[in-house]
């Protein structure tokens, strides 16, 4: 695993997208913030919704910084003012604005946020300020001041705020819009809803003038008795003493970083392997002087053999589902481990051992949450449909949003695949875009497989394959398929099959259809229980013809919100293609696909 060289990319990349980046102020990713010092700046925070803009463009639409990011409070009764955080509404953090408000249920744009702090830092302390995510862009101002700004809305991203603090109160004010532009990642078209807002949680990490920022730590690439990794130090121009502690393998070793606080090392040891049968996590302790970052790591390999998945040398079946990052119930940006053991634990119910948590980055509860509970994970960037692959600040945004996921899970030995895309259209540049991509992928991490999500073709009547070109350079043969759904009723999954030329395993990343929770009818008819329960035997019974078949994640657990889906008393604004009801309600086919989970663990014992 090399150490990412994000800062420079972020540079070149997305920050360029603004005229002014020389404001940008964003500090290299700290590694494992729930594990240090840390204050939560999460509750509700004052916001103006500003759908003009106006507290940051003037009437000749050029920006400025006197604007909201000020925080003035409206007192004096003889000075012009037109806003004031503090009689304005508020809005809870982390979460999506739309399940927030009523009247921000359809809202893409601006929404101000603002959150006043008090913090005392000690001599010799240095204080970040941490975002878990903000859905899309994100400018940020502390006491006035903008410190940066952020392209993304699913990766985490930090400031250093040491000197900008003052006594009292400090004001922390964030730009957050969320409108869909032809050259964002994604792009303006998706199927699900464009939640906007800060996310994921926000905190204040509190470290030494000399800090361990970042680490990696797996087993070498199928070598279960070698352990490799990495420490980066924070803050220090000079060599360092650092150390790993693995107390249950008796571990407790030395290591001296290079004079840029780098160390890249190797330890013999023989772990007890992750699996999802026993998914075993070590304390593992990273020390620089009297502080360590503690973290619980798994230890794991994973590799293909022809057609083959090998799980620590043993062949694996990835009986799997994809997931939205959407909570149980009300249907919001999922955020908490509740959330998260909400949402996996059904996975686990159905039978599963892995899980594709589309289309983003999900956020680290939900990674830490599959890892605990033995799910094995496909992670992916937003490289979605009609991405604008000639565009060079895109592809840089799309880069910076791999390197920040890769960055932020490295340590998370259940994430198997990083996947560089879904159902994009085949073009050379977009060939040339995700090439670059998986080349980037590999380069920063060699012990997971690169996936994306292909689409298939039929190439005559009755016989379907993935015909990619992209297929060559991903490790395995990852495509959506509705055969029974957009291709046909569930009687063609009779009479069709597939064929695969390339000696790769397969594996269908999407298949499924609609139905909606209660309607009963003839299994003909669609969006009945019948009628998916009908599709999801005959479409199994097709999957189990193909040769060379080593995993699915069947759309979806959950029924998800997609502006798309406007069918009246059926849809209403929900796709409707879940196993489980957005209520929590198990559908018919979630106990096919229960079944024949249950006799593919069977096979596989
Ligand atoms: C596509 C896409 C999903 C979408 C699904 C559907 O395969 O990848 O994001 O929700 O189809 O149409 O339901």
Not at 224 to 240: D, N, P, R, V
Not at 274 to 285: F, H, I, Q
């Amino acid at each position: 695993m090399k150490m990412s060289n994000r800062l420079k990319n972020l540079l070149l990349g997305g920050i360029l997208l603004f005229s002014n980046a020389l404001f940008a102020e964003e500090a290299p990713l700290i590694m494992n913030v729930s594990g240090r010092q840390t204050t939560s700046q999460d509750g509700q925070w004052k916001t103006i919704v500003d759908p003009f803009e106006n507290g940051y463009y003037d009437y000749r639409l050029r920006p400025y910084d006197g604007g909201y990011a000020q925080d003035k409070t409206y007192s004096d009764k003889h000075v012009l003012q037109e806003y004031d955080f503090e009689t304005d509404k508020t809005l809870f953090v982390p979460g999506d604005w739309n399940t927030q408000r009523p009247q921000l249920y359809y809202y893409e744009g601006t929404v101000w946020y603002r959150k006043h702090f008090t913090y005392n830092l000690a001599e010799g302390k240095r204080l970040f300020l941490h975002f878990g995510a903000v859905n899309y862009e994100a400018i940020v101002w502390l006491n006035g001041k903008r410190i940066g700004e952020h392209i993304g809305g699913f990766t985490p991203f930090n400031y250093e705020i040491t000197h900008l603090l003052r006594e009292g109160e400090n004001s922390l004010v964030v730009k957050v819009d969320n409108k869909r532009k032809p050259e964002g990642v994604p792009t303006v078209n998706s199927d699900w809803w464009n939640f906007g807002g800060i996310t994921r949680p926000v905190t204040l990490v509190e470290v030494n003038e000399a800090f361990i920022r970042d680490y990696y730590l797996q087993l070498k690439k199928n070598d279960t008795c070698t352990m490799e990794g990495w420490i980066q130090i924070g803050g220090s121009k000079k060599a360092e003493t650092v150390r790993v502690k693995i107390p249950e393998l008796k571990i407790d070793k030395e290591f001296v970083t290079d004079t840029n606080g780098y160390v890249r090392f190797e330890m013999k040891a023989k772990p007890e392997l992750w699996s999802p049968e026993n998914p075993k996590l070590y304390d593992v302790a990273f020390c620089l002087g009297d502080e360590c970052v503690k973290d619980q790591i798994g230890f794991r390999t994973i590799q293909t053999l022809g057609k083959k998945i090998l799980l620590n040398g043993k062949e694996i079946f990835c009986r799997g589902v994809s997931i939205h990052e959407e909570t149980a119930y009300y249907s919001g940006r999922a955020y908490s481990r509740d959330h998260a053991e909400t949402l996996l634990g059904w996975a686990k119910e159905m039978g599963c051992n892995f899980v594709r948590l589309a289309h983003y980055p999900h956020n680290e509860e939900m990674v830490k949450a599959a890892e605990r509970m033995g799910l094995l994970v496909w992670s992916e960037i937003p490289v979605y449909w009609t991405i604008h692959w000639g565009n060079e600040a895109t592809y840089a945004n799309a880069e910076n949003q791999l390197e920040d996921m890769i960055c932020r899970d490295k340590n998370r030995c259940n994430i198997v695949i990083w996947s560089i895309a879904n159902e994009t259209p085949r073009s050379e540049a977009r060939l040339a875009f995700l090439s670059r991509l998986a080349a980037k992928a590999r380069s920063m991490d060699s012990v997971r497989l690169i996936g994306a999500a292909m689409e298939k073709e039929e190439i005559r009547p009755g016989l379907l394959t993935v015909n990619d070109e992209l297929g060559e350079v991903l490790d395995i043969i990852s495509f959506n398929e509705y055969v029974g759904w957009y291709d046909g009723t569930w009687e063609k999954c009779d009479r069709v099959n597939w064929t695969f030329d390339i000696d790769k395993p397969v594996f269908i990343s999407e298949f499924g259809g609609g139905a909606l929770y209660g309607l009963h009818g003839e299994r003909d008819e669609l969006f009945t229980e019948e009628y998916q329960e009908e599709l999801y035997i005959r479409h199994i019974n097709m999957l189990k013809r193909i040769d060379g078949l080593a995993g699915a994640t069947p759309w979806i657990l959950k029924d998800f919100r997609s502006p798309r889906r406007h069918l009246p008393e059926i849809q209403d604004d929900f796709n409707r293609k879940g196993l489980i009801s957005d209520k929590g309600q198990r559908k018919k086919a979630f106990y096919i696909m229960q079944k024949w989970y249950r006799e593919i663990q069977e096979a596989y014992k």
